[in-house]
């Protein structure tokens, strides 16, 4: 935390913490030397405390009485999963994001950091999208229950801010790829489900089949660049607005350039199939990282094809332990 900015113990809590961005911050912070001196860091899985609920929530924060807060918790699913059950991702969601603020209100939480995601912005807009443009109309149709409560969150900042002077923010990560995400190939990540998939077809010696037509472009980040990225957003970022963590616009690639990425990690020999009776979901949501490089111009990003390796030899060396 900046000098003068608090004094005292610092205990910081990740909710989420099992997660993908959970175990990235975690390794960051225990491996490579980013905690500090007199720095408590606690993360925290759905074991701990059902944060949907307002008690097991006041309960977990009484318990480890932290000063500092990181965000990651969420219902999340598959992109099949939340065209089924928009309104099961609104009303989970809404609640554990009110649950978790009030309470870091109430308990006298100094900063908290949310964490967004970028099926926010606008599904019909201009690109590259801004942290200006998140409310500039509905998002995407499939999943418009998990996207307009992550948008709260920035709405309830700007009112604890307003009302109470709270310094609570929140950032936006593009698709993340790394070790410890889910890797179930109906309700996984993209890349995850795609890199249990391929693995799979390899085993089985089948073709392998990609739903869509592999024309959907996205900017991939690696789980530790945001694990990083995120520890610096809660020490040095000080504004309520948002920021977008990503990679440049010129790294945006196609889900079929992701596939062959894969399938090289993998080497995975066989047929390559795009069932486009299956949507692709939003064709692009490129994103400016211009925010960002203004406050830290000279971070380096792992290329994601590098990062797609890395990904995909932890999965195949943590095979039995992965979620899939």
Known sequence: MKEGQFVGPVRVLVTGGSGLLGKAIEHVVMNEGLKREGEEWIFLSSKDADL?????????FEKYRPTHVIHLAAKVGGLFQHMKENLHFLRDNLRINDNLLQTAHEMDVVKVVSCLSSCIFPDKTTYPIDETMIHNGPPHDSNFGYSYAKRMIDVQNRGYFQQHGRHYTAAIPTNVVGPYDNFNIENGHVLSALINRTHKAKVEGTSLTVCGTGAA???FIYSLDVGRLLVWVLREYEEIEPIILSVGEEDEIS?????EMIAEALDFKGEIKYDTSLS????????????LRRYRPDFNFTPVKEAIKLT???FLANYDIARK
Not at 280 to 291: E, I, M, P, V, W
């Open 312 to 314: 995909c030899d932890w």
């Open 217 to 219: 472009r996205r900017q």
């Open 255 to 259: 889900i079929k350039d992701a596939v």
């Open 52 to 60: 949907v609920d307002l008690k097991q929530t006041r309960d977990v």
């Open 280 to 291: 692709d979901g939003q064709l692009r949501k490129t994103a400016s990282n211009a925010k």
